[in-house]
């Protein structure tokens, strides 16, 4: 459905919450029948969380164990359509600059008292803006957001936003209980340690790198739900231990990275156990090989050519992943709205990659060796330290010598912040659109010393111009023009090799039933999660 | 009498002067190790978080205290350790000495029980195998000290869960007990006591095999000596020469040894600790290594260097039980 047509829907459906989206409250509810009651699910978490605010601390490991106690006004189907959960329904103005959330009038926070609009106010006016990192980027385009009665909120904006609808999963907007915090150092507040949510989920106890204990909240607004008795969410650091767990039986469910590659394969063959990449769609990262654009000679293009052709990305994905994603064609990746699959492509041809070099006349020596580049290796596993080991393999047949460096967590950050180095392997989330996710690698007013911006440095103003249309442009037809040349510019220039769309094995037991109902996958509340049979 | 009594006081006090120094020294020294390390908090959590900004690093710095100068820095925290105060960790939101404490317990079970372990199984088989040198049983267990010392411990850890927890289901493979289940007090100790047996075993294992090697040759060496010749001489039984005559002085090397590492067990054991999931101790000090979580890194040190000089203090007043003509203070 196109935006207009939408929104059209909204103004013939009247009054607020009859049009549309109700149903996928309906949905919600008829899988709220048939489940069984009880049970106990065991995961995993890893590595362990800090903390468990989710308005504090936005780590994955937090949002996935946090996604259960506190709950934000929208969740994300797997198509990125919005979908309710704390929002009953919602209207968008035509301007595209008013969202209007009617709230479920049944919501409570664990310690009884009911969720008001007064506490979304709050959390998107006065707690995220001091600790969310992207808080200001986006609720910061609004003008007022105001509570006219206690259920319902609205946020206006200063000038229409495209991507604003899909701002209000539980890792952008945790909704925070206003009077347990108000008047307080939010940061500091003895709540953060023993969380007050509004979820299907309440702490139970957190015995620090041992295991997190999740019950039932008996309150939740969602009649006969949750299913599961309790989560218990274990923090077991090593991988063979976690690949063990699961294989015998003590937990029901891996996700992200918990299981080696490997091992998911092996495991995921298992009579019992059910695999779904599914539910990753928010977060949809593209491996990529970031190229310091500012350094000669990866400053010219053909360079950066040479080494998209050099390296056999299909190779990473079968061997290196087994089989685990996709290889990547553009910026965006294909789950992703706006994505563009009309683009320069770039074939595994170690001949083309040498001649573009020789084209540029850079020849290489007595060694064979044209230029040598530096690639520090991020800590975040083996598949990283792999994949860069045959990054620099193919390189090398080529002529392109590359220097594997290693680090940790903190060198690594600080190294990519101050742009010191020539090549890095990452990824990052693209939380569902191009302006929340994407553009911020490639624009140059992003170009800061600071982790997960333009951070390569890229400049291109026609790119710049065409991520700024974009993101205020009202219609989803004109946004996807827009970023189809945007695309097509950047993929072109190769300011970062793109090589696989990132895929993650969700392991699971087979009586788990309703699992992975949505964009956000296993950060989701699990109200609905039951055990068949 | 009176006045040796006094010489000893004094020699007391002198060295809890020592002592103090050191700590104080160490914690200025640990200072600026942990900040010699690249990267801070901050970038740690912008890397972890997904995103960040300007406004947002400056804030976790400030909160930190990171945007205060070094030397105002360094006397903020040495004023604090003067009052016994390690700190606040930021990242958890709490103080270090409760996340210390609440870790202390899980390391204390496993580090003792692997100490007492290979304390005793060291002590045992050395003598045993120092008594028959050049004998079968000698050669047996020193074949194994070596083959344990050699073995990397992980792998044993690996191996003794692969037959132990998958192959015969007797023993749980990691954890520190049975979790989200009530069960009565006695249940409760069986089922700790089932999870600490490996990883204490494994850990255990370790020193086992360094107690053994070094109580051998020292038994060897005693054995060589004019006293126990005469005992032998005398008629003596080769038991009574062991228990009477030998142990004693061959227990000094093993106390030694001993000593050294019982400070640095109550660290916990990184490797162990993360193959069994074990809460412990040096899982805390790893992760807040990785994290840049100064205060915790500052106070597990601390806490670390305090109990190596007090364990140190403790073998030398050891010796002086189990070999009285060494003087101590």
Redesign the interface.
Known sequence: MKKREFHKLLLAGGALGLADFPLGLTQAFAQGTGGVKGGTLNSIVQPEPPILNLAVSQLTPTQMVSGKIFLSLLTYDVNLKPMPSLAKSWTISPDGKTYTFKLEPKAKWHDGKPLTSEDVVYTAMEFLPLTHPRAKAIFGRCESITAPDAHTVVFKLKEPFGPFIGAFDISNLPVMPKHIYAGTDVVKNPANLNPIGSGPFKLKEWVRGSHIHLVRNDDYFKPGLPYLDAIIYRVVPDGASRALALENGTVQLTQWTDLELFDAQRLSKKPNLAVTTKGYEYFAPIMWLEINNRNAPLSDKRFRKAVMHAIDRTFIKDKILYGFGKVATSPVNSKTKFYEPNVTTYDFSIAKAKALLDEMGLKPDAKGVRTTVRLPVSPYGEMVQRTCEYIRQSLAKVGIAVVLESTDPGSYTQRISNWDFDMNLSWLYQFGDPALGVTRNYVSSNIRKILFTNTEGYVNPQVDKLADEAAVAVEDAKRQALYSEMQKIIVDEVPIAWLVEMEFPTIYDKRLQNLVTSAIGIHESFDTVYFKG | MNLQWLQGLGALGVRLAKMVAVVLLIAIFNFMLVRA????PA???????????????K?VRA?YGLDQPMPTQLATYLGKVVRLDLGYS?????TVLS?IL??LP?TLLLTLSAFAISLVGGVVLGSLAGVRAGKLSDTLISLLALVIYATPVFWLG?ML?LLF??QLGWLP????ET??VTMSTWAGIVDKLKHLALPAFTLGMLYLAIYARLMRSSIIEVSHQDYVKTARAKGASDSRILWRHMLRNALLPVVTMAGVQAGTLIGGSVVI????????LG??TY?A????DYQVMLGVFLVLSVLVIFFNWLTDLLYRVIDPRIKAA
């Not at chain 2, 390390?37 to 801070?40: F, L």
């Not at chain 2, 493979?173 to 520190?176: D, I, L, S, V």
Request: glycine letters at 10%; aromatic letters at 10%; zero cysteines.
């Open positions: 390390a690249p990267g801070d970038l740690v959590m912008a890397g972890q978080s997904g995103a960040t900004d300007e406004a947002f690093l804030r909160e930021h990242r958890q939101q709490r996340a609440e870790r899980a690996l869960v927890s998958v493979a990691f954890g520190y979790i989200g600790e993360t193959v069994f999931a074990w809460p412990g899982r805390l992760d290594v990785l994290q840049r």
